[in-house]
């Protein structure tokens, strides 16, 4: 599937968000890019980008979501487990 300019965009950016802690800009990017398609991985990212700040409920709930829309969802059934400690 081909790449949307949003998703290259946070694809460039992320590493270097992270690094810098940026979660206010990682967190709008993720924001847009589930505006832009709600799918499993969009939701992950965003519980992934939670997590990295602390914020395991606000995690969690994405993780959920994402298994809502797809049950056997790998990245967020690990997400799930990693943040309870499974």
């Given at each position: 599937?081909?790449?949307?300019?949003?998703?290259?965009?946070?694809?460039?950016?992320?590493?270097?968000?992270?690094?810098?802690?940026?979660?206010?800009?990682?967190?709008?990017?993720?924001?847009?890019?589930?505006?832009?398609?709600?799918?499993?991985?969009?939701?992950?990212?965003?519980?992934?980008?939670?997590?990295l700040?602390?914020?395991?409920?606000?995690?969690?709930?994405?993780?959920?979501?994402?298994?809502?829309?797809?049950?056997?969802?790998?990245?967020?059934?690990?997400?799930?487990?990693?943040?309870?400690?499974?």
């Open positions: 599937m081909k790449r949307t300019k949003l998703e290259e965009e946070y694809q460039k950016k992320r590493r270097r968000l992270i690094s810098q802690k940026d979660w206010k800009t990682l967190l709008d990017l993720c924001d847009r890019l589930i505006e832009e398609e709600i799918s499993p991985k969009r939701y992950c990212g965003r519980a992934s980008i939670y997590h700040m602390g914020h395991s409920n606000k995690a969690l709930s994405d993780y959920k979501i994402a298994l809502e829309m797809d049950s056997k969802c790998g990245a967020a059934q690990r997400g799930i487990e990693k943040i309870l400690d499974i």
